[in-house]
């Protein structure tokens, strides 16, 4: 019997090995980039969205510091990139310790985030602030970060948040007040009509946060001991006492002055928003030479292009980061981008000083004129005769805070943190605000001397105004609402000079001028005939029946005011002992001076003093106590010692008379004042 073939038993079928890390690498990388995108969404919303909403609604910043578009979208990129980096990079390092260890990042960074967010938002909608505001942000962003890390459904919203950042970029580049900037329309605004007679040059000069009644003596009349140009000004011009601004924020007062338009729009002090301007209205007539700061209201085909070095990326770069300390701080804070514009000197910008030092003993140091700022500087220079008639326009930040000079011109340094509302503080700042009036004063001067020696003075138009006030009412600082319901008086109210041509005795209208009547004014005297709608009404017409006032807030949003000329505030008279000599007192306690080592080496060649004293006091010294504070032996201010707050218990004395100061070593002494203005000196560290 043949034998069976045996068969062998078949092999199994060979399968593919798994890969042991491949599902589990996907995965990974999946909630990595989750992970991401819910880092990516909550940066979002606490640092793009709030950002780039603040400088959305502020043109005005870029114009100011003169940015280009480049400029402007590489800010916007890195305001919504950077931030995000860090993070990122954070928790991809924590990675290589494990994936328990990343978790536990995330879940932390996570509740950061939301904490952060929930500052803002408390800020905003309760009254909490401080400490509290920050405890109740950690115990909701705990919270928020466990309900995260528990369920599903809040990581998935935050990842389609994700797209947040995109929008918010979109909104501030096409959609935003600040888009006028970065995608500029073309200009399309009507010339002026020429009418009979002769067209003469026309000088203007807007000033900025100038309420009217810190130019008034007690008699309701331009204080000429204090301010001498405005007063000589005053007597070969038309005062219009009873003018009032329409808003007291620049970027909508200054377009209402120069359009003859109340604001109806949120927009920017752009051309492409406002082809209809005074530029435009003279500009088929006149040569234009103008110095905007924060507007760009002049085309290019009116206007060259600002001379001069720009700031650049660096300084829009620095000026951001500290609106972002803003924005996230658990305390108010005024979230206002004009805080950072301050005029350049003329020796900052590279400018020589267009003319030589006025023959006045106060200006005693070379480097004085160089603190003139650089716009005004080249202000001066253009004013010179011309073969075609000739606008001269010049808005001048002054003198709008920050407050940096003295009387004489000479500037002085002041810390950041320095509050200007609230007991003691917003005297001071009222101080500063009129030690640098009176420096505008002298530019005032200077302009009128220049006018006389160039022969311009007589054949010209000048006009000499502000665009808003400014509130010192203790608890009401600033420009706001809550201000000018207020001191509507100080923030409305604010100096308006016009010199016709051929003008040399002065006169006081008292009509109801509101600064929409700047446009129609300008252009009736120069006869030049606007051809658009106007609001205002020209100083030749009949004065407006109505004797309220409308301001605007907000645009399109009037606030009526009742008419009449405020009464100026008393000005504090100045203590006892300033302007006397101290002895030898005997020592009693001490005193910490923030800036002393300025006084151990002051050069006044560099054209700055160290005129602000700020500094703390032991817990122990009570609030109120007055402290003297002496230079070289001569007491130059008496301040009270103020509330403590974030910054300790602190004091602050403004000392405008640089004849305290000299040349080298100075030596500042401190006094606490007793009864009987018995002096106890501080020492001083």
């Not at 006044?604 to 106590?625: C, I, K, N, Q």
């Amino acid at each position: 019997m043949a034998e069976a073939t045996r068969v062998p038993p078949a092999a199994p079928t060979p399968t593919a090995d798994p890969a042991p890390d491949g599902p589990t690498r996907a995965a990974r990388w999946r909630a990595e980039v989750g992970r991401l995108l819910e880092v990516v969404a909550l940066v979002g919303l606490v640092v793009t969205q709030p950002m780039l909403d603040v400088l959305g609604r502020s043109p005005d910043f870029f114009l100011f510091h003169r940015a280009t578009r480049g400029e402007i979208l590489t800010l916007v990129a890195l305001i919504a990139l950077v931030p995000t980096l860090p993070v990122a990079l954070l928790g991809a390092a924590s990675g290589f310790a494990g994936r328990a260890v990343r978790a536990a990042v995330h879940t932390g960074v996570v509740a950061l985030l939301l904490a952060a967010l929930a500052v803002q938002v408390g800020r905003h909608g309760t009254p909490l602030r401080g400490v509290p505001l920050l405890l109740v942000a950690a115990v909701l962003g705990a919270a928020g970060a466990a309900a995260h890390r528990r369920w599903r459904a809040p990581g998935r919203v935050l990842r389609v948040a994700a797209a947040g950042p995109l929008v918010f970029v979109a909104l501030f580049v096409f959609a935003s007040p600040a888009s006028a900037v970065v995608l500029p329309r073309g200009h399309t605004g009507a010339a002026g009509v020429a009418g009979a007679g002769e067209h003469p040059p026309v000088v203007l000069l807007v000033l900025d946060e100038l309420p009217l009644v810190s130019l008034l003596g007690p008699d309701g009349r331009v204080d000429a001991a204090r301010y001498p140009h405005f007063a000589e000004l005053a007597a070969g011009s038309t005062w219009y006492r009873n003018a009032t601004g329409v808003s007291g924020w620049t970027p909508y007062a200054l377009p209402a002055m120069l359009t003859g338009r109340y604001p109806e729009r949120p927009v920017a002090p752009h051309y492409s928003q406002y082809p209809e301007n005074l530029f435009t209205a003279l500009g088929g007539r006149y040569d234009i030479r103008a110095q905007e700061s924060i507007t760009r209201l002049c085309p290019p085909s009116r206007c060259d292009p600002p001379a001069g070095p720009r700031p650049g990326l660096g300084t829009l770069v620095r000026a951001s980061g500290e609106l972002l300390r803003q924005v996230t701080a658990p305390v108010d804070s005024a979230v206002d981008p004009e805080a950072s514009y301050r005029e350049p000197t003329a020796a900052e910008a590279g400018l020589d000083a267009a003319e030589p030092i006025p023959d006045d003993p106060k200006f005693r140091w070379d480097s004085l004129d160089d603190n003139q700022p650089a716009r005004f500087t080249t202000f001066l220079a253009g004013l010179r005769p011309s073969d075609r008639p000739t606008l001269h326009f010049l808005h001048l930040l002054m003198p709008h805070a920050p407050w940096q000079f003295l009387p004489s011109g000479a500037r002085y340094a002041a810390p950041d943190d320095l509050p200007t509302d609230g007991t003691g503080w917003v005297e001071l700042a009222r101080q500063r605000h009129l030690a640098q009036l009176a420096y505008t004063d002298r530019l005032i001067g200077e302009t009128l001397r220049t006018l006389r020696a160039t022969g311009l003075y007589d054949r010209a138009l000048v006009a000499v105004t502000a665009d808003h006030g400014v509130s010192f009412d203790n608890g009401f600082q600033g420009r706001g609402m809550a201000a000018i319901r207020a001191a509507a008086g100080q923030v409305a109210w604010v100096p308006m000079f016009v010199k016709e041509p051929g003008q040399r005795a002065g006169r006081v209208d008292e009509r109801n001028w509101e600064h929409v009547d700047l446009l129609p004014t300008v252009a009736d005297l120069a006869h030049v005939r606007i051809p658009w709608h106007v609001d205002g009404r020209s100083a030749r017409q009949a004065p407006r029946e109505r004797a309220d006032k409308r301001f605007y807030d907000q645009p399109g949003e009037p606030v009526t005011l009742p008419g009449g000329v405020p009464s100026p505030p008393p000005l504090p008279a100045p203590h006892r002992l300033v302007g006397t000599t101290v002895g030898q007192p005997p020592t009693a306690g001490a005193v910490r001076v923030a800036d002393l080592a300025a006084f151990r080496a002051v050069d006044p060649d560099t054209g700055e003093l160290p005129a602000l004293v700020w500094g703390t006091v032991p817990a122990s010294v009570r609030d109120g106590t007055l402290l003297a504070v002496a230079v070289n032996g001569r007491i130059g201010a008496v301040v009270p010692v103020l509330p403590p707050d974030a910054g300790g218990r602190r004091f602050a004395a403004f000392l405008p008379d640089d004849r305290l100061f000299r040349a080298g070593a100075n030596r500042l002494d401190v006094y606490r004042v007793g009864p009987g203005d018995e002096l106890r000196s501080l020492r001083v560290s």
